[in-house]
């Protein structure tokens, strides 16, 4: 079974441009959160997608979107970068079956200068 | 504000010797904890898990323990492996393990093990 597949690794962007994210979970798991990870700050919740539908949502700016497709793959959208959005973004997928574990990505490392 | 704080930010141990992780709640709704793994230029894989209904749960070398008036868990490794050096990741949650619905995932600022041969 595949894992969690994030792409790009690796990116690097200069401030006031955008930039998406791609996700493709575990096949058969329908829920996909995504984190961000700073150096001190652990994991900080952006949002979860579940059946396409945001069911819950962290506390980041506007500037932060996302969305999920048919087949459970999620972009996230981070528009007019800043240099603190340089950050580690990691997805993590899984089952619906109520609360189970999280399977992680290896993550995006995005480099805003 | 930090609702799942991991005070140490880093730990070393002796090969052979106990590994002691511990994380701070201050969200008395949450009731379900996670702790994860995390090797550099790795996602976090998934070590344990414990409900609040109970206090104590194992997995080999793992246990974790939960304090649910003292809103504090911790994770012990007996014996350590210098291969659990990692970053380890307290995370909770609430809505019952068995509800379709249920909050977001809440991650500590993590703790640096290292276990020394």
């Known amino acids: 079974k595949a894992g969690v597949t994030q792409t790009p690794r690796y990116l690097i962007k200069t401030r006031g441009q955008q930039v998406t994210l791609s996700c493709s979970p575990i096949?058969?798991?329908?829920?996909v959160s995504w984190y961000q990870q700073t150096p001190g700050q652990g994991l900080q919740f952006l949002f979860e997608y579940f059946s396409e539908t945001q069911r819950n949502k962290g506390n980041f700016p506007g500037r932060f979107s996302g969305r999920q497709f048919s087949n459970s793959r999620s972009e996230m959208n981070v528009s007019t970068l800043e240099l603190g959005d340089s950050a580690l973004y990691l997805c993590a997928s899984s089952s619906d079956r109520g609360r189970t574990e999280a399977f992680f990505g290896q993550g995006t490392r995005l480099t805003v200068v | 504000d930090q609702q799942v704080k991991q005070n140490s930010p880093s730990l070393s141990v002796q090969e052979g010797r106990i590994s002691i992780l511990n994380c701070d709640y201050t969200?008395?709704?949450?009731?379900?904890f996670l702790w994860y793994k995390k090797y550099p230029a790795e996602g976090p894989t998934f070590l344990i898990s414990i409900s609040s209904i109970k206090d104590k749960n194992e997995d080999g070398r793992f246990t974790v323990f939960l304090n649910k008036s003292a809103k504090h868990l911790s994770l012990h490794i007996v014996p350590s492996q210098p291969g659990d050096s990692a970053v380890y990741f307290c995370a909770a949650s609430r809505g019952g393990i068995m509800k379709t619905s249920y909050d977001k995932v809440i991650f500590g600022p993590g703790t640096s093990l290292s276990v020394i041969p």
């Open positions: 096949s058969g798991h329908r829920s």
């Open positions: 969200n008395s709704m949450f009731d379900y």
